[in-house]
């Protein structure tokens, strides 16, 4: 057995030793020595091999699957530029806190710095979002196994700590299995018997516990993170009569812990002055949130505390005053009084802002992006999936939808970008075995056209991906280049229209494509199916920023009274 082969059967091996379970293979050559490994090992039934020809997308796929599994998956690739098309997905696991392996095949020390093809300095190209480990090249001589295994080992505790790890592995020829000569060590034994076992970091409580007062008028928003820290946090909010305001991704865990979670929060925070009697003294946030601007600008009105162990902790408006890692009921003695009235005020303004909201969309031609959202929310099967594209779905969701605590929500929120949103789709599909569903605009949908490709022997997800298609890039319409005055430019450089035929995009990927006409129509295309299918949803930009205007303005009146 040749080195190459002999350090490719020692890496698998160790990785299905330490309880990987789910990794994805993009063919090259300079890895072909843990293809043939990786072939072997799913072939035994030790691991679930997926095989993707796009490293981008693939990153963005094993991203998925450890967010539904909740463990780290790995994912490989060969040298060369292969592995700077993992950095989007490594960036996003980074900032959200999910654990993955990259395990980069790369050229030996003496091909460096020759002109060789696909060679470049790639060792902690990731920079700070990664661990780098670096293996020596493998040589026949002794004592390199238990190397091998422990470099492994400690890559994957270190992925288990919510951390992208980079192993990056050099590779002589012959990289293709050759037999003769035994290896020197067993390559499944340890000397004197040792073996290497993972170790992770004690997700016992934090010891930086609440100090501080927290006042009876507190508002709590939650955001993406831990669930378990949500919930818990979400407990003190049951307790002490705190309305709790929740990102999508945040709503169950909240409401799992007992809280009263608001419907439409961003609207009630984003209609300008709020009344007096729904004023917070405080604001406590649990973990990350990302979408509001609304919520943003309550933060900068009132003394902030957060709830977090990230190491990016989100306060670009540099105002938390507190930041602590841990919220539980026995923090309740730090809340100082009780105001029946203040959890009941909120909920009235909420049921006003319902109200509001359903008369303004049943009087608004269907489909909006905010008819989708609510549609979509409120027809899943329970026990089902969902993940929401970054730019407006996400967004409107958080508006309009009601927060179902049967259904378990994913986005990519570290970053927010709209690379590899099918691609995580795809991933927490297959991880998860539920009923899946995503909602995308169609620039998210055509970013990640590649998350598409499934060649014919792999596992295809079953996933419906809805795809609201307004040509275009919809969320600019409602920023500040949306405005008239810009309106002589805006069109090409931020609208972006594309006229890509998706039907065709579908079926040239062999999947099922469907474009419902009406409301029933869309209801019906979101009945659970096998496969990968694709809704699509045609609507127009033109109107957007006027009808969000209106929706602001409708619910601003509806909770001054």
């Known amino acids: 057995m040749n080195p190459s082969t002999a350090m490719a059967t020692v890496v698998v091996d160790e990785l299905v030793r330490n309880g990987v379970r789910q990794v994805v293979l993009?063919?090259?050559?300079?890895?072909?020595p843990l293809a043939f490994a990786l072939a072997e090992a799913a072939e035994r039934g030790r691991l679930t091999l997926h095989v993707r020809v796009d490293e981008r997308s693939a990153g963005f796929f094993a991203l998925g699957l450890g967010r539904a599994t909740g463990?780290?998956?790995?994912?490989?690739?060969?040298?060369?530029t292969a592995v700077a098309n993992l950095h989007p997905s490594v960036l996003e696991a980074h900032h959200s806190g999910v654990g993955v392996l990259l395990i980069t095949a790369d050229r030996p020390p003496e091909l460096h710095g020759t002109g060789a093809?696909?060679?470049?300095?790639?060792?902690?190209?990731?920079?700070?979002?990664?661990?780098?480990?670096?293996?020596?090249?493998?040589?026949?001589?002794?004592?390199?196994?238990?190397?091998?295994?422990g470099l492994v080992c400690r890559g994957v505790a270190r992925a288990e700590t919510g951390r992208p790890v980079q192993l990056n592995i050099p590779f002589r020829e012959p990289l293709v299995p050759t037999f003769g000569d035994e290896w020197p060590d067993a390559l499944d034994g340890r000397p004197g018997g040792l073996r290497w076992t993972t170790w992770s970091a004690s997700r016992a409580l934090p010891g930086n516990r609440v100090d501080f007062p927290l006042p009876a008028r507190t508002l709590m928003v939650v955001g993406s993170g831990d669930p378990a820290r949500a919930t818990s946090a979400a407990g003190v909010a049951a307790k002490a009569g705190w309305p709790v305001v929740a990102e999508p991704v945040g709503a169950a865990a909240a409401i799992a812990g007992g809280a009263r979670v608001l419907r439409g929060g961003p609207l009630l925070l984003g209609t300008g002055a709020l009344p007096a009697h729904l004023r917070p003294d405080a604001v406590v946030v649990v973990g990350r949130p990302t979408l509001s601007r609304g919520v943003r600008g309550l933060m900068d009105r009132v003394p902030v505390y957060g709830i977090g162990d990230h190491p990016q902790w989100t306060d670009p408006q540099f105002v938390a005053t507190h930041v602590r890692s841990w919220l539980d009921q026995d923090d309740l003695a730090h809340v100082t009084g009780h105001e029946p009235g203040w959890l009941a005020g909120w909920q009235d303004a909420e049921d006003a802002a319902g109200v509001a909201v359903a008369d303004l969309l049943a009087d608004e031609p269907w489909p909006t992006g905010l008819h989708i959202a609510r549609d979509l929310v409120d027809?899943?099967?329970?026990?089902?999936?969902?993940f929401l594209g970054s730019s407006n779905p996400v967004r409107d969701v958080d508006l309009v939808a009601h927060h179902r605590p049967d259904v378990v929500v994913h986005a990519n929120r570290g970053v927010a970008g709209i690379d590899g949103n099918l691609s995580t789709a795809a991933g927490i599909a297959l991880g998860g075995g539920t009923p899946a569903y995503a909602l995308v605009g169609d620039l998210t949908f055509l970013h990640d056209?590649?998350?598409?490709?499934?060649?014919?022997?792999e596992q295809r997800p079953d996933l419906t991906v809805v795809v609201l298609n307004d040509n275009g890039g919809g969320i600019f319409s409602l920023l500040e280049q949306g405005a008239a005055e810009h309106r002589g430019s805006f069109e090409r450089v931020f609208g972006t229209p594309h006229g890509v035929d998706l039907a065709l995009l579908c079926a040239a990927h062999r999947v099922a494509h469907t474009r419902p006409k009406s409301a029933a129509e869309f209801r019906a295309a979101l009945e659970p199916r096998p496969g990968l299918n694709v809704v699509e949803v045609c609507a127009s930009r033109d109107g957007l920023r006027d009808l969000h205007a209106r929706l602001r303005s409708a619910v601003g009146a509806a909770i001054t009274g």
Not at 26 to 31: E, L, Q
Not at 120 to 130: E, H, K, L, V, Y
Not at 379 to 386: G, I, K, T
């Open 71 to 80: 463990r780290p998956a790995a994912v490989v690739c060969t040298s060369g």
């Open 379 to 386: 027809a899943l099967p329970p026990r089902s999936v969902l």
């Open 449 to 457: 056209a590649n998350g598409l490709l499934i060649g014919p022997g």
């Open 117 to 149: 093809n696909q060679t470049i300095d790639q060792r902690n190209i990731f920079g700070s979002a990664a661990v780098a480990v670096d293996f020596p090249v493998a040589e026949r001589r002794a004592g390199l196994n238990p190397v091998w295994r």
């Open 26 to 32: 993009c063919p090259g050559s300079r890895d072909a």
